[in-house]
C-alpha cells in the first residue's frame, strides 16, 4: 500500500481557508486518494475522495496532480468546529471494501 | 438514520481478564471493520468481515484477539488476558458491498489496569 507524508500539525485562524498537502509518490494505478476527519472521542468521518484533477463537495476540495504523487486538501473559511485530526489516505482499489490504513494524520487547530 | 453504534463507551478491566466490545452496524451494510487507536496515532486495522465471515483478520495482533459475527449484522470483538498494552480507543466501521466509504462507530475506549 502507498505511503502516505503530512504535516503533523496546522494552526489556523477562523475564516481563512486550509490547504494540506500529502505526498504519496509510490500511488498505484488503481489507487484512490481518501480523506477522512477526526475529532477528539469520535470515530473518523469520511470527507472526500478522487482520483485525479480536482473533486469538490460541500465540506471540501481535492486537488489532485496529473501524476497523482500528492493530493491537497483545501478547507474553504474554516471555523473553530474544523478543529480536527485529517488523515490521507491511498490505497482504497475501485472495488471498494477495503481495510483502511491511516498514518498520523494532520492535527489542525483553529484558533479564532 | 442510525449510524454505527457500539457498547460500552467505556470500559475498564484488570489484567488477566476476558473483554467483549460490541458493535452494531448500519443495517443494510454487509462489510464490517474493526480499528485500534493508540493515543496520538490513526487508527490501525485488526479484522475485516464480509457477511459472516472473516476476510482479513491480518491486523489481530495475537490469539488473544478473536472476533465474531454469528448472522452477518452485529459483531463482537474478544480480547483474552488482557495486557495493559491493549489499551486503546476500539473503533468500528461498516460499509455497502462495493463501497469505498467506511462509516465509523464512536468507538470503545478499553483501559486495562
Known amino acids: 500500500l502507498a505511503k502516505t507524508t503530512q504535516p503533523i500539525s496546522m494552526d489556523s485562524y477562523e475564516g481563512q481557508e486550509v490547504n494540506i498537502t500529502c505526498s504519496h509518490n509510490n500511488i498505484a494505478t488503481n489507487d484512490y486518494i481518501t480523506w477522512y476527519q477526526q475529532f477528539p472521542s469520535q470515530g473518523p468521518r469520511f470527507i472526500i475522495q478522487g482520483y485525479k484533477t480536482k473533486v469538490t463537495n460541500e465540506v471540501a476540495s481535492l486537488f489532485i496532480p496529473a501524476d497523482r504523487k500528492s493530493s491537497t486538501l483545501s478547507l474553504p473559511r474554516v471555523s473553530l468546529s474544523d478543529t480536527a485530526v485529517y488523515y490521507c489516505?491511498?490505497?482504497?482499489?475501485?472495488?471498494?471494501?477495503?481495510?483502511?490504513?491511516f498514518g498520523k494524520g494532520t492535527r489542525l487547530s483553529v484558533i479564532a | 438514520g442510525a449510524g454505527v453504534s457500539q457498547t460500552p463507551s467505556n470500559k475498564v478491566t484488570e489484567k488477566g481478564k476476558y473483554v467483549e466490545l460490541r458493535c452494531d452496524p448500519i443495517s443494510g451494510h454487509t462489510a464490517l471493520y474493526w480499528y485500534r487507536q493508540s493515543l496520538g496515532q490513526g487508527p490501525e486495522f485488526l479484522i475485516y468481515?464480509?457477511?459472516?465471515?472473516?476476510?482479513?483478520d491480518s491486523g489481530l495482533p495475537n490469539d488473544r484477539f478473536f472476533a465474531v459475527r454469528p448472522e452477518g449484522s452485529v459483531s463482537t470483538l474478544k480480547i483474552q488476558r488482557t495486557e495493559r498494552g491493549d489499551s486503546a480507543m476500539y473503533l468500528c466501521?461498516?460499509?455497502?458491498?462495493?463501497?469505498?466509504?467506511?462509516?465509523f462507530g464512536p468507538g470503545t475506549r478499553l483501559t486495562v489496569t
Open positions: 468481515f464480509q457477511g459472516t465471515g472473516a476476510a482479513d
Open positions: 466501521a461498516s460499509s455497502l458491498v462495493g463501497a469505498r466509504e467506511q462509516y
Open positions: 489516505l491511498v490505497g482504497v482499489g475501485q472495488s471498494g471494501n477495503t481495510p483502511l490504513v
